[in-house]
């Protein structure tokens, strides 16, 4: 772990791996739901950092920081929000073969995953969702796409994502979903944050499911 300041009230906290990250972050949480975080405006985790902004001492916490005993992340009590997919990906028979299995196997691998929101980033409303083992774990497609439909579900390296809009993407698409990543207009406004948990399920080709809100 290593603490570096960020302006005169932030730190960003570098860590070894994504597991540490969430370990971290919901450490933070806890602490700060207990009150014994001092006053923060920011708490951001990222795939290696933990930004923390808004420390009236940023150096004092630093060095409490490095006495923590962060315990591992658990999955108990967290929220866990079902999101319907067709899965209907143009990449689905690449993944199959990528994973050695049918593509009827992906989607049960996938949809029998519970996932979690590691971090948010990219644009708006888009998660980086852990839980495949390392095995499941893809790499991006060779040549991106230069237009993803807005709600494809999609793999890429370590991470599950669902696209809140349409946009380029190099990720391999696995289906589609009309669940509501952003909207303005909710609050929250992201359907996905940091420590959430996913479940993805299987809808018919031919019925559009009812969208996540």
């Known amino acids: 772990m290593r603490a570096l300041p960020v302006g005169d009230h932030g730190l960003l906290v570098e860590l070894d791996s994504g597991e540490a990250v969430e370990a971290l972050h919901a450490e933070l949480l806890r ?3 207990a009150g014994r975080l001092p006053a923060t405006r920011e708490i951001v985790p990222a795939a290696r950092t933990v930004l923390i902004d808004g420390l009236a001492e940023p150096e004092r916490f630093a060095a409490e ?3 923590w005993d962060v315990p591992p992340a658990t999955r108990s009590g967290a929220r866990t929000i079902e999101v319907p997919v067709r ?3 143009p990449d689905l028979a690449d993944v ?3 994973w050695g299995v049918t593509p009827e196997e992906v989607v049960r691998i996938h949809s029998g995953t ?3 929101v590691a971090f948010c980033g990219f644009a708006p409303g888009f998660g980086y969702l852990t839980g495949l083992p390392e095995r499941y774990h893809v790499p991006r497609r060779a040549t991106p796409r230069t237009r ?3 709600g494809s579900v999609a793999l890429a390296g370590p991470y599950t994502g669902v696209y809140p809009r349409s946009s380029p993407g190099g990720w391999q698409l696995l289906g589609t979903t009309d669940a509501v990543l952003w909207d303005a207009s909710r609050e929250p406004a992201a359907l996905f944050a940091p420590g959430t948990l996913v479940r993805f399920v299987p809808q018919p080709f031919d019925q559009r499911p ?3 809100q």
Do not use: N, Q, S, T
């Open 96 to 98: 199959a073969e990528l």
């Open 114 to 116: 519970e996932f979690r």
């Open 87 to 89: 899965y209907d990906g």
């Open 148 to 150: 993803l439909p807005v």
């Open 210 to 212: 009812e969208a996540a």
């Open 31 to 33: 602490r700060a739901a």
């Open 65 to 67: 920081l490095a006495r």
